[in-house]
């Protein structure tokens, strides 16, 4: 690969961090549902957090979260975010999901969110299990992503060799029907509620 993923989130953390969120409309939604869930006593891991902004929102509203993303300058972005906003109580640090340590029983996660991150894994079945160990029994996954696959096929043709060339991070082709059916699956096999 010619631009290693974490090389590739370095290089656009600045430019990224300073646009607009497209759909506001949609963000709030997404925004809203997950916070009527979530508890002031909620301990709170999100992967792929990017330069912060999700895990900074949610906050208030929780005990503690642990937020990590593989690009150091996207977790230096959110470092710099929380600072500003004098928010302590979230731990952004650089990591993967498969690197991030396995908690003990009762250091359990009552809520993951993985936004807007699904699709750009290596494995989505891996994932649904590392998640599912990070979590206490009946803690929520929330998460959202774009399912490439139920877009048009010139879309995913397109991006499709700038991936194998490695001049773009690799985008898994998701349907929302068939990411659904997983995330039912996995849950059900695994007693563990995923919303």
């Known amino acids: 690969m010619l631009i290693h993923p974490a090389r590739f989130w370095n290089f656009m953390a600045r430019g990224y961090a300073r646009r607009p969120v497209k759909d506001t409309k949609s963000y709030q939604h997404k925004l809203d549902i997950t916070a009527s869930y979530l508890q002031p006593t909620d301990t709170v891991f999100e992967f792929g957090c990017g330069s912060g902004t999700t895990s900074l929102i949610h906050a208030p509203r929780v005990s503690h979260i642990d937020a990590i993303d593989f690009s150091s300058e996207m977790i230096a972005i959110a470092n710099e975010k929380a600072s500003a906003k ?16 396995q908690p003990q029983n009762g250091s359990r996660y009552d809520a993951v969110l993985g936004m807007s991150i699904l699709h750009l ?75």
């Open 86 to 101: 004098e928010i302590q109580n979230v731990k952004f640090s650089v990591s993967t999901l498969q690197d991030w340590p």
């Open 121 to 195: 894994l290596p494995d989505l079945d891996d994932a649904l299990a590392q998640v599912h160990r990070l979590m206490k029994p009946g803690a929520y996954f929330f998460s959202s992503t774009v399912c490439l696959g139920d877009m048009s096929a010139l879309i995913h043709l397109a991006l499709a060799p700038f991936g194998a060339l490695g001049l773009l991070p690799k985008v898994l082709p998701l349907k929302a029907d068939g990411t659904q059916k997983t995330m039912r699956l996995y849950s059900s096999s695994q007693g563990n509620l995923f919303n």
